[in-house]
């Protein structure tokens, strides 16, 4: 990802402070096109007839361009061509850096401050600058859950969907269970528990996370996951089951029902590249 400098100064000179939505030009000859040509030429060599469309915008308020680019093409895009591969790149320590990756219909910014990136809109939600990239503010992905905790009388049967780790209140090691019904399911049918104790939360994957499905008289696990933080509910539905968004420390997780189960539906989270 080492285009010639040159372009870095050159930008510099001729972006401007944009205005939301960002406006993205098709053109070959297009400002931002040389630099996307270069970091993405064997990502674009392998979409035959794709439709490139970059733009120029300061988001940090410092007088140099940050490259916006969006490829349409039928393997990166969704829902059609609605929602296609949208990045941003911006020039650090000398190379041109992905800060942003994401399926998008539109991207809105608004103005930076003191060379701190400005927060962008991705369709409905936030994304804020962490340092070093883009990441998603997981509050505006949907509804937070709030939890209750475990009665004493269904603490042993809900210890049995975590396994191993169940093991550990047995052995005197101290962990507590919370959980919800709130707003999972028209049938209210299903139940998120979570576990916490600093023994079986790690920092990098969080508290481990179940989700119980009502069938008779039991509840069987139909997801098994973890979260660094908050759970919430998303408007999305599927056969009646609501998704859920479990907090990861690069942003979160979008689970969806299969018809027999929980599985990842999409990765909302900032770049590690």
């Known amino acids: 990802m080492k285009p010639a ?12 402070v944009s205005a939301t939505p960002v406006v993205l030009s098709d053109s070959p000859y297009a400002q931002a096109r040389s630099v996307v040509n270069v970091v993405f030429g064997n990502y674009m060599r392998g979409l035959t007839g794709v439709r490139i469309q970059s733009g120029v915008v300061d988001l940090d308020g410092d007088g140099k361009g940050e490259v916006v680019a969006r490829f349409v093409h039928s393997s990166s895009c969704r829902d059609g061509s609605k929602a296609c591969r949208t990045v941003v790149l911006r020039h650090m320590g ?9 399926f998008a219909d539109a991207l809105d910014v608004s103005q930076g401050y003191r060379d701190v990136p400005a927060p962008v809109k991705v369709d409905a ?22 939890f209750k905790p ?34 999972l399911s028209k049938g209210n049918d299903l139940m ?9 939360c790690g920092k990098l994957n969080g508290c481990p996370v179940r989700i119980l499905k009502k069938e008779g008289e039991t509840w069987r696990p139909v997801l098994a996951s973890a979260t660094t933080g908050k759970v919430l509910t998303s408007k999305m539905s599927r056969q009646g089951y609501h998704d859920i968004l479990l907090e990861t420390k690069d942003g979160a997780l ?20």
Request: overall charge neutral; cysteine-free; charged content about 20%.
């Open 150 to 183: 475990v009665t004493d009388k269904a603490r042993e049967s809900v210890a049995q969907a975590f396994g191993q780790a169940s093991k550990l209140a047995a052995a005197g090691i101290p962990v507590t269970y919370s959980y919800t019904q709130e707003g």
């Open 125 to 146: 939600t936030d994304w804020t600058w962490d340092g070093s990239r883009y990441r998603p503010e997981v509050t505006t992905l949907g509804t937070s859950l709030s």
């Open 254 to 273: 979008q689970m969806g029902w299969t018809g027999s189960a929980y599985a990842v539906a999409d990765r909302i989270e900032g770049t590690t590249k």
């Open 94 to 102: 000398g190379d041109w850096k992905i800060v942003l990756d994401r």
């Open 5 to 16: 400098l040159a372009l870095a100064a050159f930008l510099a000179t001729a972006a401007q």
């Open 192 to 200: 998120l528990v979570k576990m916490e104790g600093s023994v079986v």
